[in-house]
């Protein structure tokens, strides 16, 4: 193999990573695009609105972690270290879910209690 077929070689394979990431930065922002029409496309359906938005985003960053990060020609161990703490982050998200379906959408709402009515009046 001579030098100038080596080197048009690797130059074929510079061109196909730079044309993969071209292709994915595309992706993320058409991904952009639709983050940002979906709240506007379904304000009225907020439980939709919300887990649309959690999909898209773990696609996004999926497409980050495995392209620009180079995770996808990276052994299967270092894939699952990586998504660990996904993992971890999806439990939290779904606990916090739980909880806060149990209040109202309107906001957090507060009585007074007596001893503050008692304490508004002797002033």
Do not use: C
């Not at 149990?102 to 508004?120: I, K, L, M, N, R």
Request: no cysteine; proline share 3%.
């Amino acid at each position: 193999m001579d030098s100038a077929q080596g080197h048009d070689e690797h130059s074929g394979e510079v061109h196909s990573h730079n044309a993969s990431y071209w292709k994915v930065f595309a992706a993320l922002a058409v991904f952009t695009v639709v983050e940002l029409a979906i709240p506007s496309l379904l304000g009225e359906l907020r439980p939709l609105m919300i887990v649309l938005l959690m999909v898209v985003a773990v696609l996004k960053a999926a497409l980050v972690a495995l392209y620009y990060m180079h995770l996808k020609f990276e052994q299967v161990a270092l894939g699952a270290l990586a998504a660990a703490p996904l993992i971890l982050v999806a439990v939290l998200i779904l606990f916090i879910m739980s909880d806060v379906s149990f209040v109202d959408q309107a906001g957090w709402t507060f009585t007074p209690s007596d001893a503050s009515h008692a304490e508004a009046a002797a002033h």
